[in-house]
Structure formats: C-alpha cells, structure tokens
C-alpha cells in the first residue's frame, strides 16, 4: 500500500519535470495579427481585382508569406512569374508593416505575458517559434522582445510548418530535447509540426479544428503550470 502511493507520488513528480521549455507561435498565441495580414491581403487583391473574404484568410494562418500569396492567386486561378509573386508580396509586407509598427503592448493577448513570465520564474525555458520575418519588430512593439531565450522566425528557416525545423531548431538552441518541449498553437500546421517534431502540443483556438493537439484553450488566459502536469 505504502509501495503503492510512493510510486505514484514518484510519477507525479517524473511528470511535474517532464516539460522542461515552452514553444510560443507568435500570431494568434501571443498577438491577434491575422487581422493585419487580412487587411494588407485584402488591398493587394483589390487592387488586382481579386476575390479575398475573410474565410479564405483562414488558410494563410501560419503559413508563409509566398505561400500565402500563392493560396490566394489559386484561389482565383490567376497565375504569376516568380518575379511579379517576389513584388506582390513584398508590396503587401510594405502595407502590413506599416500596420504592425503602431502595435502596442495593449494589443497582447489575455494572459500570454503572464504565462511567459510564469514559465520563465518557474526554470522553464521560452522560445518563440514563428513563420514570420516579422516576428522581432512586433516583440520589440509589444515589449517582449527580451523574454524568450530564444526566437526562431521565418528569417531563421527554410521548411514552413506543418515541418517541424521551426521547434526543433528552437529545441536545439534551448538545448532541451524534443520529448521536454511544449509548443502552443493556433494553426492546424502548426500543430502537426510540433507533433512531427516529437513535442508536446497545446492548440489555440477551438477543438474541432485543432483536434490532434493533446489539449486545446481558447487562449493562454486558461493556461497555467499546473496545466503543464497534464502533458
Ligand atoms: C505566420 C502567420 O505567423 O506568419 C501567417 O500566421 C503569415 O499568416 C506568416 O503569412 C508570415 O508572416 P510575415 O510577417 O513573414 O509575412
Ligand atoms: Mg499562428
């Protein structure tokens, strides 16, 4: 009996230590930008003459800048030269970086601050693993440029997501093992990353889209280090 409740309370406590670093995607996890990328994507195609609602930018969370442009040309079978795709894109950066430099640290999301902030008075290591090449300029606006002890973007890899290089980079330059790590995400790419990567997921948003995490909130409000003992 005495044996019984020693071994549990030791596999208790193996599972307290198990996650030893949290992985944040930045859009939609620690920031609502998919409404900036919206509203860029949207003027682009307007001046192309380009149907683009709001449901179709569903398919370009998470996803690279020129995929991005891609999904949205098929959406509308136009098809365009590298060359035009390279400027239409970077047209479109202009317009959303013109945005994102007037965020500010009121545009965080309910409770992400706090739960890195937690993690990290807890010894748990934080990484921020993003698709975009925007990544520093939006933490330097937020002022949480200097809480990640490591932030891999879209400058620092070349597989998108659903391909893990994005975690596991981040993994390795935490120096943590995959097994220990824990990646929060809103994308369905995303989740399959860090799946693909070995790691722990927990999914952002709503359950039925982001089933394959091990378990989804509707934000970081809802998270905490208690929580952590689930994984
Ligand atoms: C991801 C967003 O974080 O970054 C995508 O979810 C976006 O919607 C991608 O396309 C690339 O962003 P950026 O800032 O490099 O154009
Ligand atoms: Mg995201």
């Known amino acids: 009996m005495q044996a019984g409740c020693d071994d549990n309370f030791y596999f208790r406590s193996h599972n307290m230590s198990n996650i030893k670093a949290c992985i944040f995607d930045l859009d939609g996890v620690i920031v609502d930008t998919a409404i900036y990328h919206y509203q860029a994507w949207k003027r682009l195609a307007n001046q192309l003459g380009l149907n683009f609602t709001e449901h179709d930018n569903e398919l370009l969370k998470g996803v690279s800048r020129t995929r991005s442009l891609e999904i949205i040309l098929e959406l509308n079978g136009v098809v365009k030269t590298e060359a035009e795709k390279t400027e239409l894109a970077s047209q479109k950066n202009t317009w959303y970086v ?15 601050k706090e739960f890195v902030l ?20 939006i933490l330097e606006k937020i ?27 981040g993994a390795a ?45 509707s934000g970081l409000s809802e998270m905490s280090l208690a929580k952590l003992d689930e994984l």
């Open 98 to 112: 013109e945005m994102i430099s007037k965020m500010q640290p009121d545009e965080i999301l309910p409770g992400a």
């Open 118 to 137: 937690a993690c990290r008075a807890a010894g748990i290591k934080t990484a921020l693993g993003s698709a975009s090449k925007n990544s520093m300029m």
């Open 143 to 169: 002022g949480m440029d200097k809480l990640f002890d490591a932030i891999i973007d879209g400058n620092k890899v070349s597989k998108a997501k659903p391909d893990p290089e994005v975690f596991l980079k």
């Open 173 to 217: 330059e935490l120096g943590i093992a995959p097994e220990n790590c824990v990646v929060f995400e809103d994308a369905i790419a995303g989740v399959e990353a860090a799946i693909a990567g070995g790691m722990k997921v927990v999914g952002i948003g709503s359950p039925e889209v982001l089933g394959k995490a091990n378990f989804v909130l």
